[in-house]
């Protein structure tokens, strides 16, 4: 193609692609507003909901790619990657952002959010009693939760590697992690089942009665011991996980350097903190940062076992008492920033780490 044509070659595709972007706007509106007001049967809505998702989505990037493909080659070159990434980049907007920047701005509003009160509600909640116990109970979240997957992660991780029964184990232990956290504390919360009484269904408390002791009622009367066994189930649960990154990590260890070692006469404990560890550490940090994550946004687990009562609260049940329960919104708009705030050094930690391994 020689450059005379070039230019009209360009306004002619940026009109195809103006065209599409309006076209898909208006098509998946349409849709969107049919689906909002249509007296369907519900069934009928949800299979055609689906169809229009999986088809809708395969349209809107056939028809972009379709159109950045009529601009020359240096500009398609430069634009399909956009295309691809653009629609994504949108929704985590619209879902994330959005809600995010609203969130802030709902938090300098008292309750009902038609006064303005600065910072009133930050001052308000570093001087909650209920809030100060939120905090505390975050804090043995993330140091008791993520110091026990991790390193009970990396030691099964280790052992299983030298086993026999390396694949059977890995399954077992990973196998919680298949259930949701909600899943996990209804299935606990049969574990700890205390009632008054002789007869006893929970599985902790008739071992407890078998070896001739008392049944305790785990999770409400044994404070602040009850935190510690609400984490035992995140631990259940998060093990698995990185147990599975960190044999992954550990099978990368070079043979060579291994056999180097050993040859050299140092042992497997000094072989695992001189060599394995150090090899390892980036794995290590990363799987103790997305831990974390979870530990900080914790909300599930406690919600179904205690409901944040006898004295479990954590900042998460907090926020969703105070904002959906109480309908404080300026209060509870500011629980969930100090959550983003405490959860975003850590995110960006993870993502520099991501960025040093060549990620992105």
Do not use: H
Not at 248 to 264: F, H, N, T
């Amino acid at each position: 193609m020689n450059t005379q044509t070039k230019p009209g070659f360009s306004i002619k595709a940026l009109l195809i692609f103006l065209g599409v972007l309006i076209a898909n706007i208006a098509v998946n509106g349409a849709i969107f507003v049919f689906f909002r007001d249509s007296s369907l049967n519900p069934l009928l809505t949800a299979v055609l909901a689906v169809l229009w998702g999986v088809l809708g989505v395969y349209l809107i990037y056939y028809t972009f790619t379709w159109a950045v493909e009529k601009f020359p080659d240096r500009i398609s070159r430069s634009v399909l990657p956009y295309v691809f990434i653009g629609p994504a980049v949108l929704v985590l907007g619209w879902l994330l952002v959005l809600p995010a920047l609203r969130t802030l701005y709902l938090s300098f509003f008292n309750a009902s959010s038609d006064k303005f009160v600065g910072l009133g509600n930050y001052i308000a909640i570093f001087s909650d009693r209920l809030l100060a116990t939120a905090l505390r109970n975050n804090l043995l979240w993330v140091f008791v939760g993520t110091l026990a997957c991790v390193a009970f992660g990396l030691l099964i991780a280790i052992l299983a590697d030298r086993s026999s029964y390396e694949r059977i184990a890995k399954s077992i232990i990973f196998m919680p992690m298949a259930i949701s956290f909600v899943a996990a504390g209804v299935i606990w919360k049969f574990v700890y089942y205390y009632q008054p009484g002789d007869e006893q269904i929970g599985l902790l408390n008739a071992i407890v009665m078998a070896l001739g002791g008392e049944p305790q009622a785990w999770v409400s009367m044994l404070q602040p011991w009850n935190n510690f066994f609400l984490i035992i189930i995140l631990i259940w649960m998060q093990t698995g996980f990185a147990m599975v990154i960190f044999s992954a990590a550990i099978k990368g260890v070079p043979d060579d350097i291994l056999e180097a070692s050993r040859v050299d006469g140092a042992g497997e404990i000094r072989i695992f903190f001189r060599i394995i560890i150090p090899f390892i550490s980036t794995t290590i940090l990363t799987v103790t940062t997305t831990i974390i994550v979870f530990t900080l946004k914790i909300f599930d687990v406690v919600m179904v076992m205690t409901g944040g009562q006898y004295g479990t609260e954590v900042v998460a049940t907090q926020f969703y008492r105070q904002f959906f329960m109480y309908r404080n919104f300026g209060y509870g708009s500011t629980l969930a920033i100090v959550l983003l705030i405490a959860v975003l050094p850590v995110i960006i930690i993870n993502l520099r780490q991501f960025r040093k391994q060549g990620g992105f």
